[in-house]
């Protein structure tokens, strides 16, 4: 194929887009905030929509609210080339994660609209409900949903924090149906790119434009509850003590050494969350429960990490005489990006006369489960000091056009 030309990327509009969308959170600025279903998410969903019928494209969507903005091909009874990421933050996140992946993306269908470009195959644009795990504890739901990874009947005994089901809360949202109609079956998108800050510090340091994803970590997830006496602080002998907070310390003490013995850069290990019962400065603690967050590009590499942290606690439960229970949320595979779909970003990035590397994703990402049922690939530009998950997460507008361009000559090479 000829060298894909440059495309009329708009630099200037995607940056006032990507302002006002940030604008529309549940908490003031600079701070961004969008559970899914709240009244900001729908708020910035109608926004992203109204761009989309601004630029000519046809809009629907699932049952579980994944969106789907299609610009039609001259022929189109073929697979359509996808693209897209989420708008839904995390509490006290930024204004770059996920949103340059969507309209990022319509950007780039823009630029290759108004450069005369009409494309054989459809292009989707599509925006994933609920990639975050905040409301439900589980992230990418709506890929998840859509790749087949979760069950409708896993998916509708999902409750909030308030006890509130994932059924009752989407209908109330407006999407209705069955959620066994959100799976897509394989070969349903002919290609899938998603573009995306990088959420890491590679890129900046190496001063490189482009991140040219190979691969994505599988994750693992799980709840881990440690029960054992509570008792008062001051009459508790020491001797006598089965203190779930100490026993939970030493779990997860051992779960960093698991993660750092594999020596692979890869292998990450993270407790995040630790809930103490019954949270008194005068009280023995009689059951605590954590979050692990276990990731690695290396299936087996990840589950030797389970595999030893399970050791670690049949010892610390004999020891301390506790007892110890544990819930997996999920246990993911990792993701091999096509390597014609990589090898199309590659060559899209060096003829647009940009610096770029391979590199693996080990934060994952909808493309983990649209793996699937599609070929996917993934386009990592830089963020400022690789800073995500916060309001000073930042991309400035050079990097992010950068990344719109090479996801444009991407498209045009996939669809045409």
């Known amino acids: 194929m000829q060298p894909s030309p440059r495309f009329p990327v708009n630099s200037d509009r995607l940056t006032r887009e990507l302002a006002h969308l940030a604008a ?6 600079p701070i961004v905030t969008r559970v899914v279903f709240s009244q900001a998410d729908l708020r910035a969903r109608a926004y992203v929509q109204q761009l989309c019928a601004e630029a000519g494209l046809t809009l629907r969507h699932d049952a579980v609210g994944n969106t789907f903005a299609r610009w039609q091909g001259t ?4 697979a359509p080339v996808a693209t897209g990421s989420h708008i839904d933050a995390i509490p006290n996140a930024g204004a770059y994660d996920g949103t340059v992946g969507v309209l ?3 950007e780039a269908i823009r630029a290759l609209q108004l450069s005369g470009f009409q494309p054989a195959r459809p292009i989707e644009l599509v925006l994933f409900t609920s990639e975050e795990p905040t409301r439900f504890g589980i992230g990418c739901l709506g890929s998840r949903l859509m790749g087949g990874v979760l069950s409708p009947d896993q998916a509708s005994a999902l409750r909030d924090p308030d006890d509130r089901s994932l059924d009752s809360l989407r209908a109330a949202a407006g999407f209705s149906g069955p959620l066994e109609t959100v799976r897509l079956a394989p070969g349903h998108f002919h290609a899938f790119v998603e573009l995306h800050i990088e959420q890491g510090k590679t890129l900046e340091r190496d001063r ?14 799980l709840w881990v509850t440690v029960h054992g006496e509570g008792g008062h602080a001051g009459a508790m002998l020491m001797p006598d003590r089965h203190d779930a907070l100490a026993a939970a310390a030493e779990l997860i003490l051992a779960l960093e050494g698991a993660a750092l013995a594999t020596t692979a850069i890869d292998s990450v290990a993270t407790v995040g969350l630790c809930e103490v019962f019954p949270g008194a400065v005068n009280s023995v603690p009689s059951r605590v429960r954590f979050s692990m967050d276990v990731r690695d590009t290396d299936a087996t590499r990840r589950d030797r990490i389970l595999e030893e942290f399970d050791v670690a606690a049949r010892h610390v439960a004999t020891a301390r005489s506790v007892r110890i229970t544990q819930e997996t949320v999920n246990a993911d595979p990792p993701a091999l990006c096509d390597p014609a779909i990589v090898a199309a970003v590659e060559s899209s990035a060096i003829e647009a006369g940009l610096k770029s590397q391979r590199m693996v994703s080990r934060a994952y990402h909808d493309s983990l489960f649209v793996a699937r049922i599609a070929p996917v690939a993934m386009i990592f530009i830089p963020c400022r000091n690789g800073v995500s998950h916060r309001p000073d997460e930042y991309a400035s507008p050079e990097s992010i056009a950068a990344g719109v361009q090479t996801l444009a000559a991407t498209l ?3 669809s045409a």
Not at 75 to 78: E, I, N, R, T, V
């Open 75 to 78: 022929h189109p009874h073929l």
């Open 208 to 221: 490189l434009d482009i991140g040219v994803v190979t691969a994505i970590a599988a994750p693992a997830s």
């Open 412 to 414: 045009w090479k996939l």
């Open 104 to 106: 990022g993306a319509l």
């Open 24 to 29: 529309i959170s549940e908490a003031e600025p």
